[in-house]
């Protein structure tokens, strides 16, 4: 095959499409929430990009037909407007894949109408959090004030590092298209799948796209992940009551 193949399943025509973005990332919090709205919202499969910077690797489905490792768009309906989904389960596994794949997915974009998009992602807090925040960044100023008063925050400095894969370079070049595009990343511990974040990620995004969506599955998934936190916790508490070696030195 060649280096990146392009798939055309669909060819519909979108109203006012908004690019949305969710790959696997930290907490996987911009794919729990692109999975979410694919299962809430009407969706079709439209495109299907293979590379040969994806893992050698096949999955399986149910049905035990395997499929060779790809990006998805999916075209979803969401009200007034439709919506361009991107996800999958690998980004590119090179630098130089990175920028090759995204030119892709802008192109694919690009001829779909879109002129706004949404990278969603999480940014990495070491701890547990309860409440998350969003924070965002943006290719053109103009936007700060519209996506502050949806609930996001802009830091100075944060993230640290700043944005990388797929999200980061969604900004990067998409900004040298012309394009309107925004991360919208939820703090998240780093270290746990996240659907509460993913949910906070959601909220944010449902306020700058303009359109609606139920939660209840993803609430669902958070309150399931509270009680294997709260298992985990337990056991930590537990070992950290455990006599040291030392302890037992002066035992009988």
Do not use: W
């Amino acid at each position: 095959m060649d280096e990146i193949e392009v798939e055309t399943v669909a060819d519909p025509e979108l109203r006012d499409p908004v690019l949305v973005e969710g790959l696997p990332g930290v907490g996987h919090v911009g794919k729990l929430a692109v999975e979410h709205l694919l299962e809430e919202l009407d969706s079709e499969l439209v495109r299907r990009v293979f590379a040969d910077e994806f893992p050698p690797q096949v999955s399986i489905g149910d049905d035990g037909v395997a499929e060779l490792a790809n990006a998805e768009f999916y075209a979803v309906d969401a009200g007034d407007r439709d919506l361009l989904v991107l996800t999958g389960d690998h980004q590119a596994q090179s630098n130089a894949g990175h920028y090759h794949l995204t030119d892709t997915f802008l192109d694919i974009a690009e001829e779909f109408g879109v002129e706004r998009g949404f990278a969603l992602g999480g940014v990495p807090t070491g701890e547990l959090v309860d409440d998350p925040a969003v924070l965002a960044a943006v290719t053109d100023e103009a936007a700060i004030d519209d996506l502050t008063e949806a609930g996001v925050e802009f830091r100075e400095d944060e993230p640290a590092g700043g944005i990388v894969g797929v999200s980061g370079l969604l900004l990067g070049l998409g900004g040298r298209r012309g394009l309107d595009v925004a991360c919208l990343m939820g703090e998240t511990s780093g270290y746990l799948v996240d659907p509460t974040s993913a949910q906070a990620v959601l909220e944010v995004l449902e306020e700058a796209a303009g359109f609606e969506v139920g939660y209840e599955s993803l609430e669902e998934r958070a309150e399931e992940m509270k009680e294997v936190v709260g298992k985990i916790q337990e056991m930590q508490n537990q070992q950290q009551g455990m006599p040291t070696d030392d302890d037992l030195r002066y035992i009988g």
